[in-house]
């Protein structure tokens, strides 16, 4: 059953329409969780889901742009010394930092948000000396640019 499509205006009011190829097994997929995500035009969903695809990969080559985000770290408390290792890279990089949340989830594993804002090079630095630490579990970085 074929959708009757409108289109969005960019910032110059241009409208650009595409066609793309997909097996019916991925848009049965996408429709569903479009409707589960509140969707109910297929164009606009895309459109999220691109602008999603661009946040996600779009800053790891623009090292001089501008953006925002946050860093998430799960990690070991007893394996990584957050008193003395974390502590000493926050203070690093306080030129991008603009808070961080710490939560105990049981004994052993610490959840930790670091809200970035600056350059990219600077975040992904960030990010890097972070990540060399013994107990990091997983880190993850939310990223969107600033245009």
């Known amino acids: 059953m074929k959708k009757k ?3 969005t205006r960019d910032d110059e009011g241009n409208v650009m329409r595409i066609s793309m190829s997909l097996s019916h097994k991925l848009l049965i997929e996408f429709d ?7 969707y109910s ?3 606009k969903a895309m459109q999220i889901a691109m602008h999603s695809f661009v946040d996600e990969y779009g800053w790891k080559g623009n090292d001089n742009h501008q953006g925002a985000g946050a860093i998430v770290l799960l990690y070991n408390n007893h394996t990584y010394n957050h008193d ?3 502590t000493e890279s926050q203070h690093d990089y306080t030129d991008i930092i603009s808070a961080v949340t710490h939560t105990h989830l049981d004994h052993e594993n610490c959840l930790e ?6 350059e990219i090079s600077r975040i992904k630095e960030l990010a890097r000396k972070i990540s060399e630490n013994r107990g990091i579990k997983s880190l993850k970085v939310n990223f969107v640019t600033l245009v």
């Open 113 to 118: 948000t670091i809200m970035v804002k600056g």
């Open 32 to 38: 569903r969780a479009m409707k589960k995500a509140g």
């Open 84 to 86: 003395s290792i974390s």
């Open 5 to 7: 499509q409108r289109s």
């Open 41 to 43: 035009d297929r164009s």
